[in-house]
């Protein structure tokens, strides 16, 4: 395949940043995934919003602190027809958004087996984040929040619920997470050295990409099976695209 320059690509791969983190968001089929993923990073709702085909990948830089964070996001199909093909992508996560539908009962029960896969495959010290997600549907609830933040506890997971409709508490579960990743490192807890990480050197700027065991993976990537010309939300990976840059990333040991 042909590469294409697109210089707002270009800019978006140099942008200055601390941290790179990789964010996995799991759970069952419909319940709002893509739809708050959408919301995040495009600030409006998905309308029309149809099944994930497999993984689809999304990228937001944020604040946390005095720190600029980038994450890099996987949405992943919830149907079990992908399931062997979604848990691929889980490797070297730094962090998951475990995601629910409060109005679908059948959707919070199978939680602990969407966590235990996460646990089982990303990296060891993975950060969790239970999202219960639709709170704009509230009459329909099935899943009490007390239900929740009690399985959460048990599970020693953080929760938060939020609406993809609304985009109340929308920026939450991704700060939390990103904000436990860095204190951890900050703490000692956690070393990105240590901990199947890289140190990436892009155009003279170090940055700590923290959940990736091999950064060739980020060069490796397989085609996603869609794309949107929105060089923020990209659904189609070509592995010589990340190399747009004048300076290529490159691994230091």
Not at 164 to 185: H, Q, V, Y
Request: charged residues 25%; contains cysteine.
């Amino acid at each position: 395949m042909t590469d294409v320059y697109d210089e707002s690509v270009a800019t978006e791969m140099v942008e200055a940043y601390d941290f790179l983190l990789k964010f996995i968001i799991i759970g069952e089929a419909g319940s709002g995934k893509s739809c708050l993923l959408h919301q995040f990073t495009q600030n409006s709702f998905k309308e029309h919003s149809q099944h994930t085909i497999g993984v689809e990948f999304s990228s937001r830089t944020i604040n946390i602190g005095e720190k600029r964070v980038k994450l890099q996001l996987w949405d992943t199909a919830g149907q079990e027809r992908f399931r062997s093909v979604t848990r691929s992508y889980y490797r070297g996560a730094a962090a998951c958004l475990l995601v629910y539908d409060i109005t679908s009962r059948s959707s919070f029960l199978n939680l602990s087996r969407w966590l235990a896969d996460a646990r089982a495959l990303a990296s060891s010290q993975l950060v969790a984040v239970l999202v219960g997600n639709k709170t704009d549907r509230e009459e329909e609830r099935e899943v009490e929040w007390s239900e929740a933040s009690k399985w959460a506890s048990e599970n020693d997971v953080h929760f938060i619920e939020t609406s993809s409709l609304t985009g109340d508490n929308i920026e939450k579960p991704f700060a939390l997470a990103a904000r436990a990743i860095l204190l951890s490192i900050e703490g000692g807890q956690l070393d990105p050295e240590k901990a199947g990480s890289a140190n990436v050197r892009e155009s003279a700027v170090d940055r700590w990409a923290v959940g990736y065991p091999d950064i060739g993976l980020m060069l490796t990537l397989t085609p996603m099976l869609s794309y949107t010309e929105h060089h923020n939300y990209i659904h189609i990976f070509c592995p010589r695209s990340w190399y747009l840059s004048s300076s290529p990333v490159t691994r230091t040991v």
